[in-house]
């Protein structure tokens, strides 16, 4: 157990529709980052938050929007749904936001767009 | 753009064997090299890391090599355990702003046989 939660586990959709995965990160870190898992692919950055602020950006659709909130917890808001949306859906967090140190990773949450 | 690339998709070995996992990139301004393992239904976990101004980590079984001039890296883990039968991921720091960004290779899936 990493320690970073993740909710919902599992989250079937139909496209079009909205969705908001949340993250709870380690007791002490500061920092959130999320990741996409696609079939076959390996995980790719969306984006990492560091204390409430955003700090770096990878290849993020503008469908999709994350923060992070005073208790540091985090959520991507996923929005206007495509079937190739359908992906594991990672959050890890760290200490600090250097990324020298460990990236602590939850369990995921895996969307199904139907 | 992969710039991060693990170009074996398995490995199988066998029990008390080395087991070698090997990943090239191909952006120079990388400067911190990370391994991480991941068992189905569960987020990756931090295995071993290297700096780029050193050439080798050792942590028990686990030792990482870094050829800078040949963008290379790999991963030996001895002697092979089932229990290491899992999903490796190399995954690569950008440096400067980048912050905490990891750029991930797609795995190599390693079985060891008992």
């Known amino acids: 157990d990493s320690g970073v939660t993740q909710t919902p586990k599992h989250l079937i959709t139909a496209t079009g529709q909205r969705v908001t995965l949340r993250c709870s990160p380690r007791?002490?870190?500061?920092?959130v980052y999320w990741y996409q898992q696609s079939l076959d692919q390996g995980l790719q950055f969306l984006i990492q938050?560091?204390?409430?602020?955003?700090?770096a950006k990878g290849n993020i659709l503008e469908r999709f929007s994350a923060q992070q909130f005073p208790d540091l917890h985090s959520e991507l808001n996923l929005s206007s749904l495509e079937l190739g949306d359908s992906a594991l859906y990672f959050c890890a967090s760290s200490v600090v936001g250097s990324g020298l140190n460990e990236q602590f990773f939850g369990p995921g949450t895996r969307l199904t767009v139907l | 753009d992969q710039q991060v690339k693990q170009n074996s998709p398995s490995l199988s070995v066998q029990e008390g064997r080395i087991s070698i996992l090997n990943c090239d990139y191909t952006?120079?301004?990388?400067?911190?090299f990370l391994w991480y393992k991941k068992y189905p239904a569960e987020g990756p976990t931090f295995l071993i890391s290297i700096s780029s101004i050193k050439d080798k980590n050792e942590d028990g079984r686990f030792t990482v090599f870094l050829n800078k001039s040949a963008k290379h890296l790999s991963l030996h883990i001895v002697p092979s355990q089932p229990g290491d039968s899992a999903v490796y991921f190399c995954?690569?720091?950008?440096?400067?702003?980048?912050?905490?960004?990891?750029?991930f290779g797609q795995g190599t899936i390693l079985t060891v046989h008992p």
């Open positions: 007791s002490g870190d500061l920092s």
């Open positions: 952006n120079s301004m990388f400067d911190y």
């Open positions: 938050y560091y204390n409430g602020e955003e700090r």
């Open positions: 995954a690569a720091r950008g440096g400067g702003t980048s912050y905490g960004k990891l750029t």
